[in-house]
């Protein structure tokens, strides 16, 4: 279940919602007048939510790719390449 606080237990509370993003990995809802304002979360959770969104645009952007052409390749034709450079990105 989400975790709502009002924003002033940012300030008077700190330590505690700290805590709570910490040990449960789940951001907190911070709300003003009633009203959701921001989100506290970890480093550690942002992050994570950072690396998801950027798999979810790359996969997004090959099942793209993979509608307007019917090139395919096999993972016998791509894996060589990859062990050989693994620093080369993909365009």
């Given at each position: 279940?989400?975790?709502?606080?009002?924003?002033?237990?940012?300030?008077?509370?700190?330590?505690?919602?700290?805590?709570?993003?910490?040990?449960?990995?789940?951001?907190?809802?911070?709300?003003?007048?009633?009203?959701?304002?921001?989100?506290?979360?970890?480093?550690?959770?942002?992050?994570r939510k950072l690396f998801e969104s950027?798999?979810?645009?790359?996969?997004?952007?090959?099942?793209?790719?993979?509608?307007?052409?019917?090139?395919?390749?096999?993972?016998?034709?791509?894996?060589?390449?990859l062990r050989a450079n693994p620093d080369?990105?993909?365009?």
């Amino acid at each position: 279940m989400p975790q709502i606080r009002p924003v002033s237990d940012l300030r008077n509370n700190f330590a505690e919602i700290s805590r709570i993003v910490h040990e449960t990995s789940e951001p907190v809802f911070l709300t003003k007048n009633g009203y959701g304002d921001m989100v506290v979360m970890s480093m550690e959770a942002y992050e994570r939510k950072l690396f998801e969104s950027e798999i979810y645009i790359k996969l997004k952007e090959a099942e793209m790719e993979a509608k307007s052409t019917d090139l395919r390749y096999t993972h016998e034709e791509i894996f060589p390449g990859l062990r050989a450079n693994p620093d080369v990105k993909a365009e």
